[in-house]
């Protein structure tokens, strides 16, 4: 005879992965990707700045021949050429990564230009104005971006390799942008 009693066994769902099951009371996946989207933004939008002070001299900045000044005076060779470097590093991986486009390399770029700013910062202690502390922030934020991927709402989404971001992807970007930033470091007096 037919129980009239509920079920106590529990319906197997398909769940995938970053999505939210039909029975849960959680975060929809618009929320993960709207979080993605203002994280780009403000990291992408604040280097594109720094990079536009560097070649531009805009928002205060010193321009190609007071930032290559800067980096004379911290011990890089060709200070003038490092700030082209750098400053277009900062504005296209800045903006790259606003608009969510090849977003592993674009953080990975950040993060390469970011691991030299540590160094040159490094001997003032931890807390602003002299320490590390927001270029340890702005590092950490590209390369998380960089291993996540930009989310739902990015120019990624429209590339076939890119569409669906793998971990190694991201991996692979920061490595690079790792040796890259050594490489640099080795060149500094």
Do not use: C
Not at 27 to 42: N, Q
Not at 149 to 154: E, L, S
Not at 173 to 179: I, K, N, S
């Amino acid at each position: 005879m037919p129980s009239s009693s509920p079920s106590t066994t529990a319906p197997t769902t398909t769940v995938l992965p970053g999505r939210a099951t039909p029975d849960s009371a959680t975060t929809s996946p618009h929320a993960y990707d709207a979080g993605l989207l203002l994280l780009r933004l403000a990291l992408g939008l604040t280097m594109a700045a720094h990079g536009s002070q560097k070649l531009f001299g805009w928002f205060g900045g010193g321009g190609i021949d007071g930032t290559g000044q800067f980096f004379t005076m911290s011990g890089y060779p060709a200070g003038n050429a490092m700030a082209v470097v750098a400053g277009l590093t900062e504005t296209l991986g800045g903006l790259a990564l606003a608009v969510g486009l090849l977003t592993p390399l674009a953080g990975a770029a950040i993060v390469g230009t970011m691991v030299n700013a540590i160094a040159v910062t490094w001997g003032g202690g931890f807390f602003a104005p002299k320490g590390s502390e927001y270029e340890l922030l702005l590092t950490a934020g590209a390369a998380a971006l960089a291993l996540t991927g930009p989310g739902r709402y990015a120019v990624d989404r429209f590339l076939p390799v890119l569409r669906a971001h793998r971990l190694a992807y991201g991996a692979a970007a920061v490595l690079v942008g790792l040796v890259t930033a050594g490489v640099i470091l080795l060149l500094r007096k």
